[in-house]
């Protein structure tokens, strides 16, 4: 809640997709702030809107397919007004992004030290050779071995691993000061994720960004974050720091979660397991909590009542009518 010194901060946003026969509402009433130098970190199962709402701070949606309605401020910036060559400069400056597949960012026809020169210079008024330097620079700081040799290579040239450094590069090419991944280590071996996911914390500390995380992985989620957001059906449902989400869950979602991934404690790089039952079709919702068709501890209530969110206390908040029985149940049991 301390909203002041938000760098980013979404207000009750809204995202539906006009795609098929019946309208989808991917985003519903989504509310998040990200501080300066903070790292949130959105986990939730398969289509549950953590893609959506992430690429919306970058207004990337299609225009003509999608109604999009809230607010979205970065540093201040109104994101949902802006279009043309401000919408242009607002995505080459402040907010870069790094993908689950690094190809989808490198262009095949050039090499990497190319496309990383040009988008510095593309950013910064700087001749080529000082642009050549920073590359190198970019290089050595996310640790790829024989940087000068690496940067006359092609995307295909490099490991996935090496790949993805590159990609962390030309997302830092531009100086932003928000990063936004998109499960940027599902698709590396584990020893691999856990360097990158290391990678990125150190960089986000040494160069104070904030970062917003998609995630299936809870492991990198509590690796790598301050503040756990979890979505469901299109919604944040429970929403607080690390620790808080950790020791005291407060939605049954959250500890449903938590549980399929616990054997043992957080192994790294371990996945969420299925939950019993399927996420609800976003064009058909069910009355009330879209999760108690699923939820162990739904009463006729939760079925018929939409809960709104409440706050536990000043960082942890969560969108369940039953919140202090379900809480209580939760700490007796640990
Ligand atoms: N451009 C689009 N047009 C229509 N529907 C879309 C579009 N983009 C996403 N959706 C729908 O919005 C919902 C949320 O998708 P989203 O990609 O945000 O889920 P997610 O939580 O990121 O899941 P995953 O982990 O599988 O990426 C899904 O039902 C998806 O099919």
């Known amino acids: 809640m301390t909203t002041d010194l938000a760098f980013i901060k979404i207000e009750n946003l809204n995202i539906t997709f006009n795609a098929g026969k019946k309208p ?18 959105l986990i939730g199962e398969s289509g549950s809107g953590k893609s959506v709402t992430l690429r919306s701070v970058l207004k990337l949606h299609p225009p003509r397919r999608t109604q999009m309605q809230g607010r979205i401020l970065v540093d201040g910036q109104d994101v949902m007004t802006l279009s043309g060559k401000a919408l242009a400069d607002f995505r080459g400056s402040k907010v870069s992004m790094i993908f689950q597949e690094p190809l989808l960012a490198l ?42 040799r690496r940067l006359n290579a092609y995307p295909h040239e490099m490991s996935g691993g090496m790949r993805q450094r590159a990609m962390i590069s030309l997302a830092l090419a531009s100086r ?8 940027p280590t599902t698709a590396l071996d584990a020893t691999v994720q856990i360097q990158i996911l290391l990678l990125l914390r150190e960089l986000q500390r040494e160069l104070g960004l904030s970062v917003i995380f998609v995630t299936h992985d809870i492991g990198a989620a509590v690796e790598v ?48 397991e299925t939950i019993a039952g399927s996420p609800p079709d976003l064009a058909n919702l069910p009355e009330g909590c879209s999760f108690a068709p699923r939820c162990p501890r739904a009463t006729e209530q ?25 809480s209580e149940a939760t700490t007796a049991a640990v």
């Open 107 to 148: 262009d095949p026809v050039y090499t990497v030290g190319e496309q990383i020169t040009e988008a510095i210079r593309r950013h910064d008024n700087v001749t080529r050779e000082e642009a050549l330097q920073r590359a190198l620079d970019l290089f050595e700081r996310v640790r790829i071995p024989s940087p000068q």
């Open 225 to 272: 974050a301050d503040r756990i957001a979890v979505m469901y059906a299109g919604r944040i449902v429970e929403e607080g720091p690390v620790r808080e989400i950790i020791r005291h869950p407060a939605h049954p979602y959250t500890q449903a979660l938590l549980r399929s991934a616990s054997h043992g404690g957080f192994a790294k790089g371990e996945r969420l």
């Open 24 to 41: 989808v509402k991917a985003v519903d009433g989504v509310n998040l702030s990200v501080k300066r130098g903070e790292v949130i970190a």
């Open 176 to 183: 932003p000061k928000l990063l936004l991944a998109d499960e």
């Open 302 to 326: 939760c079925r018929q009542i939409d809960p709104q969110e409440t706050w536990i206390d000043d960082t942890h908040r969560a969108r369940c009518i039953r919140i202090e029985s379900v």
